[in-house]
Nanobody, 126 residues
């Protein structure tokens, strides 16, 4: 297993969760990272992304102002802080990464990622 996601769970609407994704190899600190999610019967969709140097981030419109992506290159981890959760945020969340030659590029398409975590379930009750 190269990416391991954790932190999902059941939370009430308005609550918070923090997802974490750990890379098993030191070279993951040279990767751009992203979070995607997939609700039942829906296609996988982009949530947030962060550049290799951590200076650039991008978010889906639906989560802007509520979610924050961050990374710790020393620990090869990426986190997704999710606040003010809504029932529409219920989904399986996946972390993803891919080697990035450029330090400041963010990637929003799932096809741009080579490595994927196993997914962690987030359920928001209304």
């Amino acid at each position: 297993v190269q990416l391991q996601a954790s932190g999902g769970g059941l939370v009430q609407a308005g609550g918070s969760l923090r997802l974490s994704c750990a890379g098993s190899r030191r070279t993951f600190n040279q990767h751009a990272w992203g979070w995607f999610r997939q609700a039942p019967g829906m296609e996988r969709e982009f949530v947030a992304a962060i550049s290799r140097n951590g200076y650039n981030t991008q978010y889906a419109d639906s989560v802007k102002g509520r979610f924050t992506i961050s990374r710790d290159n020393a620990k090869n981890t990426v986190a997704l802080q999710m606040n003010n959760l809504e029932s529409e945020d219920t989904a399986v969340y996946f972390c993803a990464s891919n080697y990035a030659r450029l330090m400041d590029v963010v990637r929003v398409a799932s096809t741009q990622y080579e490595f994927w975590g196993q997914g962690t379930q987030v359920t928001v009750s209304s």
